[in-house]
């Protein structure tokens, strides 16, 4: 088993990317994560026998910077998300009002 | 240059060697170059043919936002169609005594000649069909289950005409009865009254003599092909023949001889095929070591053997791969399948219900099969004799089962490109993880290997394989 520490910027990654970045790969390794400030501290463990470190850790990254795009893209959409899912099953009549109250606090 | 001009709305995405893959809540897709990709995301997308696709398709929008989130709630209201019908799919099993002694069978029946484990009575059958004409779906399938459901032959009867006197006081309902039957024990009486009745047959069958009795003999030992075929053949309305359907279970047996399976579908006449993996349940999990095999070993068959499907059907055999059809349906149509097996939430109670011989009633036939296997009773929601129709549909346990597999809101789903056409299967996954909102690895597997290769096969714009593929979601022949 090979251990490798890693610090990711908290202002660049959240939790839950790196460590759904960490399940995909998790026939190759697990991650633990220290405790939470300015960096997130990441102490892997990787299986050797199945795969090299820098290989898992190429892997790892490009799965953690997918992750991160998702959870930013979520979060950016997630008032529209909102707002599909309940004009879907309870429509409202005021969904303009709505909409451009959400517009004009964004400009905000 | 950046391009104000444009938000992003919410999406997915998947990434492969040649493009990307986005998918968005209502189901629509789309393929882009990776340049394109950090295009958009970093909103520097200029206004071409590919900027007014991804706006027709809601990935992002220019303008007029809530005329686009009236839009796409509009998409998704009929993605979730199925859940304003409530349980239209209820199973009955009638007995569990059955003539064949399946290696797989996920109902750990009992010899037909067994006196020990009651069959359905007439009272709990009645009390089963006076809940199930409650339900507020508009269109019903009752299917008969067992065992072998033809041993109890007089309840089945007596089910489909009840059924209909209580349907005609005014409920109106549209009701299909299904019948799954090894077809070896049936008599021209009960073919007649079938027909006279439209009572669909659903039948198993596993290929080549050799396949099909490895695991499929009768209880004297016996090879039940021949007599399979015989009684298959004995229905000559052409109809009725036509309505029949036979679903395939891959075992070891048959898992390297898949295109032979297929040929032997054809050259019988069924129409289509399933290529069902083998659930780890009951007797299969027992004899696991004798019929089973690794999630990557059917994702090998499977793609093998879709693509034998696929150039059948271009050279003029039209016979849809049913899993593929129900799959392409959800991504290339805006309509949900009622496919009770991948919905979100997981169709549990909600979609599809089975009820016991002794009136138990549990959200799902696994559900059912865990009670009988090892007398787990977590799936159980009532029971007919004793419970009402509110009591049984709103039990808590059906309650937690929906929150539960809300796909949209678990941590390994929310984020996966697939989820607008996936589920959740919570029984199962409470088989294997002990509980039922951590999805099992091995089904999650083979569904984005299916996924992958039917987007595959989407993104190599092969006119032919997309005829074909067409032609299956409108169950439609190419040309026709």
Known sequence: MIKVASKYSSKLYNPESILLAAKDLEEYGYVVLGEAGDDLTVETTIDGSKISKDEFLLKFNKLLSDYQLKATISDKTSFIRQMIIAQAFAPCDNLNEIVGAFEQNEKR | MKNDNYRLLPFNFKKSDNHVLLTNDVGEYCFLHHEDFNRLVSYTLPQDNQFDNLISRGFICDGYLAETIDNLADKYRTKKRHLYDFTNLHMMVLTYRCNHDCKYCHASSVADTCQDTPDMSIDVARKCVDIILQSPAKELKIEFQGGEPLLNYDVLKFVVNYAKELNNTGLNKHIEFVVCTNLTLLTPEQLQFFKEHKVVISTSFDGPIDCHD??????????????????????????????????????????????????????????????????????????????????????????????????????????????????????????????????????????????????????????????????????????????????????????????????????????????????????????????????CKDTCKKYKAIFDLLFEYLNTNNREVDDVLWSWVTSRRVGD
């Open chain 2, 214 to 439: 490895s695991n499929r003999k009768l209880r004297n030992g016996q090879s039940s092909y021949q007599t399979f075929k015989e009684k298959l053949y004995s229905i000559t309305d052409e109809e009725m023949r036509n309505s029949v359907s036979a679903l395939l279970t891959v075992t070891k047996q048959n898992i390297n001889r898949l295109p032979e399976v297929v040929d032997e579908y054809v050259n019988t006449g069924f129409h289509g095929i399933f290529l069902r993996k083998l659930n780890r349940i009951g007797p299969a999990d027992s004899g696991w070591e004798d019929i089973g095999y690794s999630v990557d070993d059917f994702i090998s068959a499977y793609r093998e053997t879709l693509d034998y499907i696929i150039q059948l059907n271009i050279k003029g055999v039209f016979f849809p791969e049913i899993l593929a059809t129900i799959l392409l349906t959800k991504i290339m149509t805006p309509f949900s399948t009622g496919f009770v097996d991948l919905q979100s939430p997981a169709g549990v109670g909600i979609a599809g219900v089975i009820y016991d011989t002794n009136g138990n009633v549990f959200v799902s036939d696994e559900g059912r099969m865990v009670a009988r296997a090892v007398g787990d009773f977590t799936f159980h929601i009532g029971n007919v004799t004793t419970d009402s129709w509110k009591s049984i549909f709103g039990n808590t346990t059906l309650r937690e089962m929906v929150y539960a597999s809300l796909i949209e809101s678990l941590p390994t789903c929310c984020y996966c490109a697939y989820q607008p056409y996936c589920g959740s299967e919570p029984v199962k996954n409470y088989l294997v993880n002990g509980v039922v909102d951590v999805n």
